[in-house]
């Protein structure tokens, strides 16, 4: 089956400052990569996704990049707030919709003010 | 607010003891997922269902089961608790069949087993 490795497990940055988390996966099948933040006690969030025939997507802040030859995908934030404190995680499955969505082991982003 | 509500939001119980918890999807959502959450781990897929009928099973043990009712809620049964049952557990849910994308968590329960 899939397997998902992240990086780094904890990350601190100073408010204003990028951050950057990153992911590997083993299936060549794989074409749908979301990533997730989970705040203190709430269940994760979804926050972008990408597709296999995209190679980035930015949404304001926060943009993520694809490398299929390398399979290898990465969340890259920029100007953090304190409010990005939290734990992210990226997941992979060979399409939107798939029951099968493997989740890497999260990076818990601490942004300090 | 996801839409997805979870009770219990906390339980402690003692091992070989059996506990029930319960989800109620986004409304709409025919989908069920169930996912375990232990310490320093990622999001472990348990089991999903689908308007009443398992869809797909994952890393769930034998002591576990779940069910998906008519009015869509759905139940995890955890059985013979050992310490290592300890965990966030999630329920999630997405609409029409499958995800289109998005899956929808609910804030977890969390299982001390002592």
């Known amino acids: 089956g899939e397997n998902v490795e992240q990086h780094p497990s904890t990350l601190s940055v100073q408010e204003g400052d990028s951050a950057v988390i990153k992911c590997t996966y083993s299936d060549s099948a794989s074409n749908y990569f979301p990533w997730y933040k989970q705040e203190l006690g709430k269940g994760p969030q979804l926050i972008i996704d990408?597709?296999?025939?995209?190679g980035e997507k930015k949404d304001q802040r926060i943009a993520v990049t694809l490398n299929k030859t390398a399979k290898h995908f990465s969340l890259h934030i920029t100007e953090t707030q304190p409010e990005d404190s939290a734990v992210y995680f990226c997941a992979a499955s060979i399409r939107a919709g798939a029951n099968n969505l493997f989740f890497g082991t999260g990076t818990r982003l601490t942004v300090i003010p | 607010d996801s839409g997805v509500t979870q009770t219990p939001k906390h339980l402690i119980t003692a091992t070989g003891q059996r506990v029930t918890l319960r989800c109620s999807p986004r409304s709409g959502d025919l989908s069920v997922y169930w996912y375990q959450q232990s310490l320093d781990q990622g999001l472990q897929f348990l089991i999903q269902y689908y308007n009443g009928e398992e869809r797909a099973k994952g890393n769930i043990l034998e002591r576990f089961s779940a069910q998906q009712f008519p009015d869509l809620h759905s139940e995890l049964n955890l059985s013979s608790l050992e310490l290592g049952d300890s965990a966030l557990y999630f329920c999630?849910?997405?609409?029409?069949?499958?995800?289109?994308?998005?899956?929808?968590f609910g804030e977890g329960s969390r299982l001390t087993v002592l």
């Open positions: 999630a849910s997405s609409p029409v069949g499958q995800a289109t994308g998005e899956l929808f």
């Open positions: 990408i597709r296999s025939n995209v």
